[in-house]
């Protein structure tokens, strides 16, 4: 598939790594600092970095939206995408509807997982959590998830909220203590 990652923090930076990895070609790299975007991109073999959310010219499938949680509804109203291109943040406390400004397909590819850019990190056992607003986004969806992680689950926003406090707690509370 044709990818764009919406963000360069920690998760942007190791999906676009992995989703190239595993044979999908990145299209373009977005941050809101254009020389942070161009950095990210230049990693990578064939990706463009920009500071511009105008994407309606790109070639991508599917944009993934890995940026703060507070950021998502800001970068929805503000993104142009082609007019069949799916969006899907990477959110696992936010709902698919703050992607509602947005008018292409939605939906919601969440990793269950702490990044951090110094990390590497099995892809294979990562639990990847899909939702989606319509069928076609789900199969498209869910195959990519397939090529990175053997464990894919449909979880709504309710559902995904209790599996990210209960892995937050399950992670930080017990390195606290």
């Not at 790299?29 to 790109?58: M, V």
Request: one cysteine or more.
């Amino acid at each position: 598939m044709k990818i764009s990652i919406i963000g360069t923090g920690n998760l942007g930076w190791h999906l676009a790594n992995v989703l190239e990895e595993a044979g999908h070609t990145i299209i373009d790299i977005y941050s809101r600092n254009s020389q942070q975007a161009k950095n990210s991109a230049s990693k990578l073999y064939s990706a463009k970095g920009t500071d511009s959310l105008d994407f309606s010219d790109s070639i991508a499938d599917v944009f993934m939206v890995a940026v703060a949680d507070d950021a998502i509804a800001s970068i929805a109203s503000d993104i142009i995408l082609p007019e069949k291109a799916i969006i899907a943040h990477t959110s696992g406390t936010r709902s698919i509807m703050d992607l509602e400004a947005c008018t292409n397909p939605k939906g919601i590819f969440y990793p269950l997982q702490t990044f951090t850019k110094s990390t590497k990190v099995d892809w294979s056992t990562i639990p990847i959590c899909i939702e989606a607003t319509d069928v076609a986004t789900d199969v498209t969806l869910t195959k990519l998830a397939e090529s990175l992680s053997k464990f894919v689950y449909f979880l709504d926003a309710a559902q995904r909220k209790k599996l990210h406090l209960s892995a937050v707690f399950a992670s930080n509370f017990s390195n606290h203590l």
